[in-house]
């Protein structure tokens, strides 16, 4: 696999620090909860689902990018605690 340098180290240093747990919000809508984040399921591109920040109402960019219930793409950049 050849990631570009910027996703292929940021991704791998954040999933040893916070596990990311693939769950349900109160409203049955799958979320994932990555550390005190949790990111809501947006939808498919092709073969890949994104996962946009909670607060991305807020202007955080903050994402995730799943295949098959990996994770093969974070953007843990929040502006906000
Ligand atoms: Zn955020």
Request: glycine share 4%; charged share 20%; aromatic share 10%.
């Amino acid at each position: 696999m050849s990631l570009s340098s910027a996703e292929s180290q940021t991704p791998h240093r954040i999933l040893r620090s916070y596990a990311p747990v693939f769950t349900t919000s109160r409203y049955g809508k799958p979320v994932i909860q990555m550390g005190r984040y949790r990111f809501n399921k947006s939808g498919n591109t092709g073969w890949k689902t994104h996962w946009y920040c909670v607060k991305a109402c807020m202007k955080c960019k903050a994402k995730i990018v799943t295949k098959d219930d990996e994770i093969i793409e974070i953007n843990a950049l929040h502006n906000h605690q």
